[in-house]
């Protein structure tokens, strides 16, 4: 048995502590938002975050987050976070979404990002291309990923 705080919400899950994170979201709770791309921490389409800090899921076992925080894409979207809520508006804005899949963990690095770099300060392209390099768009759209991160850190001021 594994104790779980995920989006502020207490859980217990019954299944090897070994597991990684995003079948203990995906396969045992339900929450379908974070995605599997690749399974070795390399594209990032199953980040979440783990006390703040955007973690690749798929690689990350569930005993790792024991006594932590897990926030996934369901609760930074959900319109109570304003980080999230500026996010997901400059990504609307900007179009930024094509094929949709990696989305959610675009979203979760950009929010991460933008909810540790200083308040009132514009990211510069070069701190957001690094937040956002280990994201993996196959369709392309980093120039509006990048606008749009650098919008929601402006609306954030």
């Not at 006594?67 to 930074?76: D, L, P, Q, S, Y």
């Not at 949709?100 to 929010?111: K, L």
């Not at 291309?129 to 606008?147: E, H, L």
Request: with cysteine.
């Amino acid at each position: 048995m594994s104790a779980l705080n995920i989006n502020g919400r207490d859980y217990t899950v019954d299944i090897d502590p070994g597991t990684p994170i995003l079948w203990a979201l995906r396969d045992t709770l339900g929450m379908t938002g974070t995605k599997f791309g690749c399974g070795a921490a390399l594209c990032g389409a199953c980040t979440v975050h783990l006390d703040g800090q955007a973690i690749r899921s798929c690689v990350t076992p569930i005993a790792a987050a024991e006594g932590r925080k897990i926030t996934t894409i369901e609760a930074t979207t959900n319109g109570s976070d304003p980080v999230g809520t500026a996010v997901r508006e400059a990504w609307v804005k900007h179009d930024v979404a094509q094929c949709g899949y990696c989305q959610s963990g675009q979203i979760m690095s950009a929010t991460a990002f933008l909810k540790a770099h200083p308040k009132g300060k514009q990211p510069s392209v070069a701190e957001i291309d690094s937040a956002m390099a280990g994201n993996i768009c196959r369709c392309g759209t980093y120039a509006r990923i990048r606008a749009a991160v650098a919008d929601a850190a402006k609306a954030l001021a």
